[in-house]
């Protein structure tokens, strides 16, 4: 498409502004006829890395065609900006929020001491693998993301195949959290009900329609406010710091406070397994769930100013920021957590609430402290619905999934993925039916969640090693770990290792069929799936982002 752009810069479109005549050179036209000019697709360098990706900027443009001139003349075309995308990785994660909500898991297998050292343990784990994922997002700044650089990473004969699985595994991995973030606001919602209103029956039912309620406000929020988004996600990340203060000082001050020794040094096996250590990896993925997921920002990278700068440093500062005030909550709870028994009976379904209303002993207060975690976890789904869009806009684009064409379509007024937005909604609201029949099969959505995106990260940096230690020299970045790459890529993969050995295993013994993990089967049936597709279909349509790329411009 280049090769024909280039040869038509004197043609020229018309389109009538205000009942004026205006012109536009061809060249500012992208293949769906959205209107992009050059100066405003970013700094130079954004242009450059564009151009080098064989990509179109087709994002974030103007804001209508009657608007044109004075979008043009006034808009930045690139929105996203470093603090707009701290504030997005920042509030998408909810480290400190998710560690709340999960806190049952890990009292149940390996106890507090396993939350504080196993934290701790995942924290160094973490900066290893975002480290490695922040380099490669310098390297090539694409809305693909992983898919995208196991193409240009992966051994030759290997990089179409295993970026087309690589792309079904993230796009799993984000439908997924879109899925169970949505299910634990709603589910939430329903634990507050619960404190306030005795009488209350806990139905499955009304969780999935809260469900719906949350994912379809995220959607809405992300179509007739997408413009907003950026200037939303700083006022959230304001939330998100100070609702930690408002929640960690009252805990601290009034809640009945556990020894040292019971706090950090004692270990738990509540969950029937035959040991402690096993119980305790298990419990391991407590804190392993609560900092997954800092890639978002590099699915939003065609919309960044500067992104082969700001995409790492944001996402490097998301986990300092998230990975201080979890550990900092990790602690609090540790010490806080009063009566386990009273916590893990709790009617409300969630022992966070209950730690709240022991500490508090007031309606009132819990309330407040709740609501905040309720309106931070969604704006993590609205935040969700941008990401889990953009990657399946972007697999489209080059041909990864069913019906790509009709998916990889832009709004020319909205200048979003709306199809990839609604696909997303709608598929959030049907696989939420299944918690009405069986809330361990959601469950197990939510283990899938992090299986897929911890599969995508392993064989990503799997395919950064190789490329380091038989490959070519690597493209140039302006974010790079220097001499001690290699090192913390091989960390990173030691780490992740037993983390995705035991993300399968279910909570607690004897397993049954309502208490079995059945993530496994899920995240196999999607990998089976894809391979189907790949050699019916895939392998014929697909386009391997390696094809487009032209590093002899860099």
Same mark, same amino acid.
């Given at each position: 498409?280049? /090769?024909?752009?280039?040869?038509?810069? =004197?043609?020229?479109?018309?389109?009538?502004?205000?009942?004026?005549?205006?012109?536009? #050179?061809?060249?500012?036209?992208?293949?769906?006829?959205?209107?992009?000019? #050059?100066?405003?697709?970013?700094?130079?360098?954004?242009?450059?890395?564009?151009? &080098?990706?064989?990509?179109?900027?087709?994002?974030? *443009?103007?804001?209508?065609?009657?608007?044109?001139?004075?979008?043009?003349?006034?808009?930045?075309?690139?929105?996203?900006?470093?603090?707009?995308?701290?504030?997005?990785?920042?509030?998408?994660?909810?480290?400190?929020?998710?560690?709340?909500?999960?806190?049952?898991?890990?009292?149940?297998?390996?106890?507090?001491?396993?939350?504080?050292?196993?934290?701790? *343990?995942?924290?160094? !784990?973490?900066? @290893?693998?975002?480290?490695?994922?922040?380099?490669?997002?310098?390297?090539?700044?694409?809305?693909?993301?992983?898919?995208?650089?196991? /193409?240009?990473?992966?051994?030759?004969?290997?990089?179409?195949?295993?970026?087309?699985?690589?792309?079904?595994? @993230?796009?799993?991995?984000?439908?997924?959290?879109?899925?169970?973030?949505?299910?634990?606001?709603?589910?939430?919602?329903?634990?507050?009900? +619960?404190?306030?209103?005795?009488?209350?029956?806990?139905?499955?039912?009304? !969780?999935?329609?809260?469900?719906?309620? &949350?994912?379809?406000?995220?959607?809405?929020?992300?179509?007739?406010?997408?413009?907003?988004?950026?200037?939303?996600?700083?006022?959230? $990340?304001?939330?998100? +710091?100070?609702?930690?203060?408002?929640?960690? *000082?009252?805990?601290?001050?009034?809640?009945?406070?556990?020894?040292?020794?019971?706090?950090? $040094?004692?270990?738990?096996?509540?969950?029937?397994?035959?040991?402690?250590?096993?119980?305790?990896?298990?419990?391991? $993925?407590? %804190?392993?769930?609560?900092?997954?997921?800092?890639?978002?920002?590099?699915?939003?990278?065609? =919309?960044?100013?500067?992104?082969?700068?700001?995409?790492?440093?944001?996402?490097?500062?998301?986990?300092?920021?998230? !990975?201080?005030?979890?550990?900092?909550?990790?602690?609090?709870?540790?010490?806080?957590?009063?009566?386990?028994? /009273?916590?893990?009976?709790? %009617?409300? !379904?969630? %022992?966070?609430?209950?730690?709240?209303?022991?500490?508090?002993?007031?309606?009132?207060?819990?309330? &407040?402290?709740?609501?905040?975690?309720?309106?931070?976890?969604?704006? @993590?789904?609205?935040?969700?619905?941008?990401?889990?869009?953009?990657?399946?806009?972007?697999?489209?684009?080059?041909?990864? +999934?069913?019906?790509?064409?009709?998916?990889?379509?832009?709004?020319?007024?909205?200048?979003? #993925?709306?199809?990839?937005?609604?696909?997303?909604?709608?598929?959030?609201?049907?696989?939420?039916?299944?918690?009405?029949?069986?809330?361990?099969?959601?469950?197990?959505?939510?283990?899938?969640?992090?299986?897929?995106?911890?599969?995508?990260?392993?064989?990503?940096?799997? @395919?950064?090693?190789?490329?380091?230690?038989?490959?070519?020299? $690597? %493209?140039?970045?302006?974010?790079?770990?220097?001499?001690?790459?290699?090192? +913390?890529?091989?960390?990173?993969?030691?780490?992740?290792?037993?983390?995705?050995?035991?993300?399968?295993?279910?909570?607690?013994?004897?397993? =049954?069929?309502?208490?079995?993990?059945?993530?496994?089967?899920?995240?196999?049936?999607?990998?089976?799936? /894809?391979?189907?597709?790949?050699?019916?279909?895939?392998?014929?349509?697909?386009?391997? #982002? *390696?094809?487009?790329?032209?590093?002899?411009?860099?």
């Amino acid at each position: 498409m280049d /090769s024909k752009m280039d040869t038509k810069d =004197e043609q020229v479109v018309s389109y009538v502004i205000n009942d004026d005549a205006d012109t536009l #050179p061809m060249d500012t036209m992208d293949h769906t006829g959205v209107i992009v000019k #050059p100066k405003w697709r970013g700094t130079h360098q954004d242009k450059k890395d564009m151009e &080098v990706l064989g990509r179109h900027q087709v994002l974030r *443009v103007c804001y209508g065609y009657r608007r044109v001139a004075r979008s043009l003349a006034d808009k930045k075309q690139r929105n996203f900006k470093f603090l707009s995308m701290l504030g997005f990785g920042s509030t998408l994660i909810c480290t400190w929020e998710i560690l709340l909500s999960y806190i049952g898991f890990v009292t149940t297998n390996g106890g507090t001491a396993m939350l504080f050292w196993g934290y701790l *343990v995942v924290l160094v !784990g973490v900066w @290893c693998t975002y480290a490695s994922l922040s380099e490669m997002s310098s390297m090539a700044p694409t809305a693909g993301g992983q898919y995208h650089w196991v /193409s240009e990473f992966a051994p030759p004969q290997h990089q179409k195949f295993l970026s087309y699985i690589v792309g079904w595994i @993230c796009m799993t991995g984000w439908q997924a959290g879109l899925l169970s973030v949505s299910f634990l606001v709603g589910t939430i919602i329903q634990g507050l009900i +619960v404190l306030n209103d005795a009488t209350y029956t806990f139905e499955r039912w009304h !969780g999935t329609l809260l469900v719906w309620a &949350v994912v379809s406000f995220s959607v809405i929020f992300n179509t007739y406010l997408a413009k907003r988004l950026p200037a939303i996600e700083g006022i959230v $990340l304001t939330i998100h +710091v100070m609702g930690f203060f408002a929640i960690v *000082v009252p805990l601290w001050v009034l809640s009945p406070r556990a020894t040292s020794q019971d706090a950090l $040094l004692t270990f738990t096996n509540a969950g029937g397994w035959p040991s402690t250590g096993l119980s305790s990896m298990i419990g391991i $993925l407590t %804190p392993m769930g609560s900092l997954l997921g800092f890639d978002c920002c590099v699915h939003m990278a065609e =919309e960044v100013e500067d992104s082969g700068r700001t995409l790492p440093r944001s996402i490097m500062w998301s986990v300092y920021l998230n !990975g201080t005030m979890g550990f900092i909550m990790a602690i609090t709870m540790c010490y806080c957590l009063g009566d386990l028994n /009273s916590i893990l009976e709790t %009617p409300t !379904g969630y %022992p966070f609430i209950q730690v709240f209303y022991n500490a508090t002993q007031s309606n009132a207060a819990t309330n &407040v402290m709740v609501t905040i975690i309720i309106i931070t976890i969604t704006a @993590c789904c609205v935040s969700e619905v941008a990401t889990c869009s953009r990657q399946l806009w972007s697999f489209a684009r080059d041909k990864g +999934v069913p019906f790509s064409d009709w998916l990889a379509f832009v709004s020319p007024t909205m200048h979003i #993925p709306l199809r990839a937005v609604l696909v997303s909604l709608c598929v959030t609201c049907i696989v939420s039916l299944i918690n009405i029949g069986s809330s361990s099969a959601l469950n197990a959505i939510v283990s899938l969640g992090v299986v897929a995106l911890l599969s995508s990260y392993y064989i990503t940096i799997a @395919c950064l090693i190789w490329r380091r230690i038989y490959g070519d020299f $690597l %493209p140039p970045r302006r974010w790079s770990l220097g001499k001690h790459g290699l090192a +913390v890529n091989i960390a990173s993969l030691i780490f992740m290792t037993p983390v995705l050995f035991f993300a399968f295993w279910p909570a607690a013994t004897p397993v =049954e069929p309502s208490t079995m993990n059945w993530s496994v089967v899920m995240f196999f049936g999607v990998v089976i799936w /894809s391979l189907i597709y790949y050699f019916i279909w895939g392998k014929h349509s697909y386009i391997g #982002p *390696v094809r487009v790329v032209k590093r002899d411009l860099e």
